[in-house]
RNA sequence: CGGGGCGUAGCACAGCCUGGUAGUGCGCUCGCUUUGGGAGCGAGAGGCCGCAAGUUCGAAUCUUGCCGCCCCGACCA
């Protein structure tokens, strides 16, 4: 176990925390509720970009940029888009600051006040409708599929790095259609993209769903979303997508003429991800050693530690690293060959589990006798010896191997911590212990209600492979055809 | 905004109750010995004890006020 790192099973969030800090990741920073990403942790951060980004561009969207302030005017236009977001809007009423006339240091100006409050976006469908108004006068301009990265602003009463800071970095896709169907299949390609990335390359597997109209995104008709279970048994919501019908086109007054030479509304789409995947990353793979990555994530996939006494042993060792080192390069792999002297091999060894590379080779003088070199997995902590010429094939295979192995043993745990509940007995016993719960409700907002204040527990998703199965509500005993998943969530 | 807790070296903390030389561990610097899982010994550097006022011969310690941070709720990607 790594020193000083609480334990997982004894306080997760004390654990989480040193994680983030131990590994290098992000701290917190003398801002109120804002975060410090830390150059290992945005390391990560851009692979994810990386990979996402060319998941969007393949499905033909393109990147652009809209401005950080949104004039209030804009947030007002959505009722419920503005009534979602107005409790948590940092608002800039002024533009110029002047020196203090009662002693030091600088007050704000009281002849710059802004005619009209600016908001720091908490997200920008108000800002680009109003400037697709101005993109979109014909069918031949739809589909318009846009995305752009970007930080974001929400005054949170409470933060935790990563899950929930005041301001975050995320992607949102704004997309406008001719059409209905266009825009709902383009809300489920997104979501989809979502799942996709989240399986296949943080290695996370997610339930795919709708949200009750409750935990609906403000303003939208329909809010599809992956859903994640960590490891404390808490759910966590690693995406949405939107489809927002014709709500933002009929305030931002965007038409179009159709094949008809009729005007109609444009159909809107929106979907992000954020920085909260890092946290969603950490939780699900992480263990009392420290951080795990999955290999597609890890900013170093391989890390190659000499174990030597003198200079000239070192040298030895690094003569015999050197080849491994450039085929691995040359094979696209990230590898780090750490023969820096400042900390001794065991040091080195545990603050790379820490930092949750991969694979760790180690070459010492009893490998270089016997021409081997030892491999060991960070997912499962083994070793192994091998001949040093087989080293590369071997962490290839590995790196591919511990991809799949991370994704199914975070599998096997979300199949173990996810329940069929029918009694609300049961329900609330079960919700104590953590993970889905999988019940029947109502699908009325008061029962929903009820069950939040009674147990802490929402709806994270009516998930969409569900299948129609006759039942009474987990809670008022109503009749109800289908099981949504309950948990108490991040 | 309610309820708890904490501000002392780069980090983690003790000392405060009962006022009297500023402490410990980690980290850092130097030296020697070590080196296949977070090395050992020795020597050293490093402090407006959160800020301000008060009580006192004397305050890290007692009193009052302020500021900041963390945890637990309400809010949430």
Known sequence: ??????????????????????????????????????????????????????????????????????????????????????????????????????????????????????????????????????WIQSWR???????QWCNV????????????????LWQEGHTAHSNEREAIEETERMLDIYATFAEEWMGVPVLRGLKSPNERFAGAVETYCIEALMQDGKALQAGTSHFLGQNFARVFDVKFVNKDNQLEYAWATSW???????????????????????????PIQVVIIPIYKTPEELAKVSKAVQPIFEELKAAGISVKYD????????????????????????????DLENGTIEVARRDTLSKESVTIDTAVETVKILLEQIQQSIFQKALRFREANTFRVETWDDFKTQ????????????????????????????????PLDSEEEAGKCVYSGGPSNMRVVFARAY
């Open 431 to 462: 919700i104590e212990r953590g993970g889905f719960i999988l019940a029947h409700w109502d699908g009325t907002a008061e029962t929903e209600e009820k069950i939040k204040s009674e147990t802490k527990a929402t709806i994270r998703c009516i």
């Open 153 to 168: 602003v929400r005054w949170e009463m409470r933060t935790r790095l990563f899950l929930r800071t005041t301001e975050f």
């Open 141 to 147: 301009d739809l589909p318009l599929l846009i995305n």
């Open 1 to 134: 176990m790594a020193k000083g790192l609480p334990k997982r099973s004894e306080n997760y969030s004390e654990w989480y925390n040193e994680i983030v800090k131990r590994a290098d990741l992000a701290e917190n920073s003398a801002v109120r509720g804002c975060m410090v990403i830390k150059p290992y942790g945005f390391a990560i951060w851009e692979k994810m970009q990386r990979a996402l980004d060319d998941m969007f561009k393949a499905t033909g969207h393109q990147n652009a940029y809209f401005p950080l302030f949104v004039p209030k005017s804009f947030l007002e236009k959505e009722e419920e888009h503005a009534e979602g977001f107005a409790k948590e809007c940092a608002v800039v009423t002024h533009y110029r600051l002047k020196s203090n006339p009662d002693g030091k240091g600088l007050v704000v100006d009281p002849n710059a006040k802004l005619e009209e409050e600016l908001i720091i976006r908490p997200t920008s469908e108000t800002v680009i409708w109003n400037t697709y108004k101005n």
């Open 339 to 366: 023969d820096s002297d400042n900390q001794r091999s065991g040091w080195k060894f545990a603050e790379y589990e820490l930092k949750g590379v991969p694979i760790r080779l180690a070459l010492g003088s009893r």
């Open 272 to 298: 992000g991800v954020s920085t909260r995947l890092m946290g969603a990353l950490i939780m699900a793979h992480s263990d009392d050693n420290g951080l795990v990555l999955p290999p597609k994530l890890a």
